[in-house]
């Protein structure tokens, strides 16, 4: 990616930021070059060499024009109004600047964020949460970086016609040689720009490496620590710190020598220009504007390398965060604008297929009716397709054959969102905010009462462990609900899909590893809702679906046989055979 191609993405992005800048740069400009110009006359007059040079008579016949008197004073109090203007001007472009940076960034994160969450899970689980994490986070903000890089670039650039095209206006001979003399001392410093970009990829990957290595390590800190393993962990985060410092450091150092070496070669130009005037006769006036002008120059041909510099080191982090928001789109999750009021009829898929890879498949010509208001269950072994199936119901996967219907409309046709807010979850892996048991249960329905919450709490045999806790419902459960029992955890799950008075409660593998008394009151919980909803539940532990309508056993990603349970524990099919072994 080069620059230009940098900067057509980002205007095509933020077209009105862009040309709010460049109209900036423009005015800034055209100050500078009337600061540039009111020199001339200062110097004449203070040298006593009035009317010698080209500028003064145009500045002069401005002067004259406004009314004001052409003596020293007016020229001075001139060039200080104008140098003030330029000053005033450049805080207003980076106060603007600023501003744009938020809105970039806030393109940036809550855009790509979006897209992660509108992707189907697939994509989402597919991902390195730590690369996920330092996209969305350290890559975001040096995207935005990048932008300020570009757009303070902007100004600069404009100047630098104005700061060359007064020298040559003065004398091209000089000119000439000042910038020849700059080029071949500018050669060197291509090595080290050849670099930069290379030094960016280091340290977004660096970057990377790190955020998972951190976040996997407080995400595992009871296994770690029960393990004893600390020094192991502490030694890949050591190892990766190590090698971000080592990009990072490497980077700056680069663009800090890169902007230092202008100063040495600015004053040397300066020199250059003084004794390349005198050897051509330039008036004493005209060497002063062109030697203020090339002093200028000098800066503000450091400023644009130095932000060239930077620009070309976070190309890497824009192709990352633009590289997720791509996969995410494409990973997106068809919907419709049909609105889901509730279930009449029930669910009923016909002929689903899904496969995660090509030729592998995990569902395989899936025929079933869900009837509303009854309990279904699915039971099978690890990998069998419960959970695939479960999540192409509630539309978090996309079947890849076959469809799916509620109430006779494809799920393709409905409004997701108004289906999810119709939908209660309860996963097998305890999901809690850390946050009060009251946010967590209100998380689900915001606009929830505390009769609500409460009622929510009572059906899902939560209200008594509540009551004897010290804050109750303010009572903060932390990361994960880890400062709660397992079975305390998921009745506080359980809660928080009731609160919503759903029109399909999902249960996944909700009991599985509860001990037996914190099943029973699940099941107690789940048995009191009975025929309110209608029920899929995956279930490991047979005992939970005992009472279910209809039992559905998976196997290979198939149906291999459905039933009631004292049916089909006495059919001496797949089912009676997880019955016997649970026995055992």
């Not at 009105?16 to 400009?29: K, Y």
């Given at each position: 990616m080069s620059i230009v191609?940098?900067?057509?993405?980002?205007?095509?992005?933020?077209?009105?930021?862009?040309?709010?800048?460049?109209?900036?740069?423009?005015?800034?400009?055209?100050?500078?070059?009337?600061?540039?110009a009111s020199i001339a006359p200062i110097v004449s007059i203070l040298t006593q060499d009035s009317g010698s040079d080209r500028i003064t008579p145009y500045v002069s016949t401005v002067v004259t024009y406004l009314g004001l008197n052409g003596n020293v004073t007016v020229y001075l109090s001139i060039f200080v109004c104008l140098t003030i203007s330029n000053s005033l001007l450049l805080v207003?472009?980076?106060?603007?600047?600023?501003?744009?940076?938020?809105?970039?960034?806030?393109?940036?994160?809550?855009?790509?964020?979006?897209?992660?969450?509108?992707?189907?899970?697939?994509?989402?689980?597919?991902?390195?949460?730590?690369?996920?994490?330092?996209?969305?986070?350290?890559e975001t903000s040096r995207v935005?970086?990048?932008?300020?890089?570009?757009?303070?670039?902007?100004?600069?650039?404009?100047?630098?016609?104005?700061?060359?095209?007064?020298?040559?206006?003065?004398?091209?001979?000089?000119?000439?040689?000042?910038?020849?003399?700059?080029?071949i001392m500018l050669?060197?410093?291509?090595r080290f720009r050849a670099r930069v970009y290379e030094c960016g990829r280091e340290t977004t990957n660096s970057n990377n490496e790190f955020s998972t290595a951190l976040q996997e390590m407080l995400q595992n800190a009871r296994l770690i620590i029960g393990f004893a393993n600390m020094e192991q962990a502490l030694q890949r985060l050591r190892a990766a710190f190590q090698n971000l410092r080592t990009a990072s450091i490497g980077l700056q150092f680069l663009q800090s020598a890169i902007y230092a070496l202008h100063s040495p070669i600015g004053i040397i130009v300066v020199f250059v220009t003084f004794l390349s005037g005198r050897h051509f006769g330039v008036n004493l006036a005209e060497i002063a504007v062109m030697?203020?002008?090339?002093?200028?120059?000098?800066?503000?041909?450091?400023?644009?390398?130095?932000?060239?510099?930077?620009?070309?080191?976070?190309?890497?982090?824009?192709?990352?965060?633009?590289?997720i928001r791509q996969k995410a789109e494409?990973?997106?999750?068809?919907?419709?604008?049909?609105?889901?009021?509730?279930?009449?009829?029930?669910?009923?898929?016909?002929?689903?297929?899904?496969?995660?890879?090509?030729?592998?498949?995990?569902?395989r010509g899936i025929n079933l009716m869900i009837p509303a208001g009854k309990m279904t269950a699915l039971v099978?072994?690890?990998?069998?397709?419960?959970?695939?199936?479960?999540?192409?119901?509630?539309?978090?996967?996309?079947?890849?054959?076959?469809?799916?219907?509620?109430?006779?409309?494809?799920?393709?046709?409905?409004?997701?969102?108004?289906?999810?807010?119709?939908?209660?979850?309860?996963?097998?892996?305890?999901?809690?905010?850390?946050?009060?048991?009251?946010?967590?249960?209100?998380?689900?329905?915001?606009?929830?009462?505390?009769?609500?919450?409460?009622?929510?709490?009572?059906?899902?045999?939560?209200?008594?462990?509540?009551?004897?806790?010290?804050?109750?419902?303010?009572?903060?459960?932390?990361?994960?609900?880890v400062r709660l029992s397992g079975g305390q955890a998921q009745r506080i799950s359980l809660a928080r899909a009731l609160v919503r008075k759903p029109t399909l409660l999902v249960l996944d593998e909700a009991t599985s590893a509860l001990d037996t008394k914190s099943e029973k009151l699940i099941q107690s919980a789940i048995e009191e809702i009975a025929g309110q909803t209608t029920f899929l539940v995956i279930a490991h532990r047979l005992s939970t679906i005992a009472k279910a309508d209809n039992i559905v056993v998976m196997g290979q990603g198939r149906i291999q046989e459905q039933g009631q349970f004292d049916q089909l524990s006495q059919s001496g099919g797949h089912f009676a055979k997880l019955v016997e072994m649970q026995k055992l």
């Open positions: 191609q940098f900067g057509l993405a980002l205007f095509k992005r933020y077209p009105t930021l862009f040309i709010g800048n460049l109209i900036l740069a423009m005015i800034l400009v055209a100050v500078d070059a009337a600061t540039l207003t472009i980076n106060y603007l600047i600023l501003r744009a940076q938020f809105i970039v960034r806030h393109d940036m994160i809550i855009g790509s964020a979006e897209r992660v969450l509108k992707s189907n899970i697939n994509f989402i689980e597919g991902q390195r949460q730590g690369d996920v994490m330092n996209t969305l986070t350290v935005t970086d990048a932008f300020t890089a570009l757009t303070r670039m902007i100004a600069p650039v404009s100047q630098v016609f104005i700061l060359m095209w007064i020298p040559l206006f003065i004398s091209w001979e000089v000119t000439a040689i000042a910038i020849s003399s700059a080029a050669i060197p410093l291509r030697l203020y002008a090339f002093n200028r120059l000098s800066g503000t041909v450091a400023n644009i390398n130095q932000s060239r510099s930077q620009l070309i080191s976070l190309f890497p982090s824009y192709e990352q965060v633009m590289a494409a990973a997106h999750v068809p919907v419709g604008d049909h609105k889901l009021a509730g279930l009449r009829d029930g669910i009923m898929l016909k002929n689903v297929s899904f496969s995660y890879e090509p030729d592998s498949f995990a569902l099978g072994e690890s990998g069998s397709g419960k959970s695939t199936l479960a999540d192409i119901i509630m539309g978090i996967q996309h079947a890849t054959g076959g469809q799916v219907f509620l109430d006779g409309k494809s799920i393709d046709s409905l409004d997701l969102i108004s289906f999810r807010n119709r939908l209660g979850y309860v996963p097998q892996r305890t999901s809690l905010f850390h946050a009060s048991i009251r946010d967590n249960i209100a998380w689900a329905k915001p606009d929830a009462t505390e009769t609500e919450i409460r009622e929510a709490c009572r059906l899902a045999n939560a209200d008594e462990f509540i009551a004897d806790l010290e804050r109750g419902l303010d009572t903060i459960v932390g990361d994960q609900g």
